[in-house]
C-alpha cells in the first residue's frame, strides 16, 4: 500500500469539482478490471444498523476486489441484540483489527462518531436522513457514462425528499458538478428550506419535457412518509412515473431510481423495466464506484 493521504467519505458537501471528478474517473478505471492487490491485507467492517441490500453487497465486493480482507458485523446477531451501544461496539471492531469502517445508521452523525472513536476513516453508506455520498457518486458516474458529460444536464428529483439522504447527497454535489436539479413532490415532501437554491415545483407534469433525468425517489414509510401523504394510488396518479409521462420525456432523457422500488407507487414496471431506465446501470456501477472510494480512503491509490 502506498503512504498517500487518508480520506474517510462522511459528506460530498463542500467538496471541490476535481475532487469529485477525480473519484469518478478512478471508479471509471475500474469499470472491467481485474481483481487486484492493491489493498492486500487491509481489512474493511461493514457495520450496517438498517437494511441494506445492494450497498452492502457492493461494498462487500468493491472491497475483495481490491484484495481486501471484510468482516461484516450484523447487528441483529450480533451483541447489539444483548444491548451492546454502537460506541462499545465500533471500539470493539476497531481492537479485533479493522482498517475502515463502512456505516449505515439511522443516525445521522453515526459516521462522524464512529471515526472518532475509532480513529480510522470511516465512508458513510447512508446515516439517518442526512447523505449517502456514494449514491451520489454512483449515479454522477452513470450519468457521465451515458451522456459523455454532466456539466448543462437538468434533473428532477422527485419524490419523498425531505426523509432521502440520497436527495441530500445530490443536493450537496450535482450543482459543483454543473447539474441543475429540480426538486418535485407534494408540499408536505418537499424540504421546509432551501438552501441550495434550486429549483422546486408541485407539479411534475410542467417539469418533464425540460429534464434530461428524472430521478425517483422511494417512499420511506420507515421514516414516516406514509402519514405524511398516502402511499396509495393518488401520489401514483400525481407522482408516478407510467408510461404516459414516459412519453412526454425528451428523446435522450432517462429514468434512475437508487433502489430498492415500490413499483406501482412511484415507478410502474413499463419505466423500470424500459429502455430509458437506467437503475440496473446504477446497481452495476456501485462495485467499481465503492472501489474508488475505499481505495483513496486507504490510501491505495493507483
Ligand atoms: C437508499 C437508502 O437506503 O438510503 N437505498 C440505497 O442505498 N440504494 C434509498 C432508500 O432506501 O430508499
Not at 126 to 138: A, K, M, N, S, W
Request: aromatic content about 6%; glycine content about 10%.
Amino acid at each position: 500500500m502506498s503512504t498517500r493521504p487518508r480520506h474517510g467519505l462522511v459528506s460530498l458537501r463542500g467538496l471541490s469539482r476535481d475532487r469529485l471528478e477525480g473519484l469518478l474517473d478512478r471508479a471509471q478505471s475500474y469499470v472491467g478490471s481485474q481483481v487486484s492487490s492493491d489493498l492486500a491485507g487491509a481489512t474493511v467492517t461493514t457495520a450496517f444498523f438498517e437494511p441494506s441490500t445492494r450497498t452492502r453487497l457492493s461494498f462487500e465486493r468493491a472491497a475483495h476486489r481490491l484484495g481486501a480482507h471484510v468482516m461484516d458485523l450484523s447487528p441483529d446477531l450480533s451483541s447489539t441484540t444483548k444491548g451492546e451501544s454502537f460506541k462499545d461496539t465500533i471500539l470493539t471492531l476497531s481492537a479485533i483489527g479493522t482498517d475502515l469502517f463502512v456505516v449505515r445508521h439511522w443516525l445521522a452523525d453515526a459516521a462522524d462518531l464512529a471515526a472518532e472513536w475509532s480513529g480510522r476513516p470511516v465512508i458513510n453508506a447512508g446515516v439517518g436522513r442526512r447523505e449517502h455520498p456514494t449514491q451520489t457518486l454512483i449515479d454522477a458516474m452513470t450519468l457521465r457514462q451515458e451522456f459523455g458529460h454532466l456539466d448543462g444536464l437538468r434533473m428532477a428529483i422527485v419524490g419523498d425528499i425531505s426523509n432521502s439522504r440520497v436527495a441530500r447527497g445530490h443536493l450537496e454535489a450535482f450543482p459543483t458538478l454543473g447539474v441543475k436539479l429540480t426538486l418535485v413532490g407534494p408540499t408536505p415532501f418537499l424540504p421546509n428550506h432551501n438552501p441550495w437554491g434550486v429549483r422546486v415545483s408541485t407539479a411534475l407534469d410542467d417539469e418533464l419535457g425540460d429534464v434530461d433525468v428524472v430521478y425517483l425517489l422511494r417512499m420511506q414509510n420507515e421514516r414516516g412518509a406514509a402519514d405524511a401523504i398516502p402511499a396509495d394510488q393518488s401520489y401514483a396518479r400525481r407522482y408516478g412515473m407510467n408510461a404516459e409521462r414516459l412519453s412526454m420525456l425528451k428523446p435522450a432523457a432517462v429514468v434512475m431510481h437508487p433502489g430498492p422500488m415500490n413499483r406501482g407507487v412511484e415507478i410502474d414496471d413499463a419505466v423500470a423495466d424500459g429502455e430509458r431506465s437506467l437503475i440496473l446501470e446504477q446497481v452495476a456501477n456501485g462495485v467499481p464506484l465503492r472501489m474508488a472510494v475505499i481505495a483513496e480512503a486507504l490510501g491505495g491509490w493507483g
